[in-house]
């Protein structure tokens, strides 16, 4: 019996560190490529810093092969405020729930979403209000993992354009910023 209490124990525990292994975060591939899911980190201005003790924000974001799939759309810079914006803590806050940014003129620049410090969306708007473009992290091409579309409008706010981006038959993905 003991000998069948400590085989289960064993293989517990064995599965639960495989398990763990296949879900780390920030891994390099065998090419020495950054691959699967990564933790960004931000400052103020959520430009992407690599002291994570001078962080002010993290979220996380997905790469393929050394491909940054998930880019971060315009944010912050000179003048431009953040709403809601974190309290002074000395560890960074994940992205989680809408964070507006406001130009120097208080217009509406961007509105992102994260859930669990995963984009959802990310929407940017002309400095005369109206949407420009929305990015909509849920909605990934069939059969894949990732990828996302984007709904491109002109200054009347009326749609120009929808673009599915997903890796081509090859298996790659096109170029991105970021």
């Known amino acids: 019996m003991k000998s069948k209490i400590s085989l289960t124990v064993l293989f517990f525990t064995l599965a639960t560190f495989i398990y763990s292994q296949t879900k780390k975060i920030s ?64 560890n960074p806050v994940l992205l989680d729930g809408e964070y507006k940014w406001y130009d120097k003129k208080g217009r509406l620049s961007s509105v992102h979403v994260f859930k669990n410090g995963e984009y959802v969306s990310c929407k940017e708007y002309f400095p005369t209000g109206e949407l420009s473009q929305h990015f909509d992290y849920t909605k990934t091409c069939d059969g894949q993992e990732h990828g996302w579309t984007v709904y491109i409008y002109d200054k009347n706010g009326d749609l120009k354009n929808t673009v599915v981006t997903c890796k081509d038959k090859n298996g790659n993905w096109p170029k991105m910023r970021g």
């Not at 400052?43 to 994570?52: G, L, P, T, Y």
């Not at 974001?61 to 709403?83: E, F, Q, R, V």
């Open 27 to 90: 891994q390099l591939n065998n090419n020495g490529k950054k691959d699967g899911k990564w933790a960004l980190y931000l400052d103020k201005d959520w430009k992407v810093i690599n002291d994570s003790s001078e962080a002010v924000y993290f979220r996380y974001t997905y790469y393929d092969n050394g491909t940054h799939i998930y880019p971060m759309g315009p944010s912050g810079g000179k003048g431009y405020a953040l709403k809601p914006q974190a309290t002074a803590s000395s």
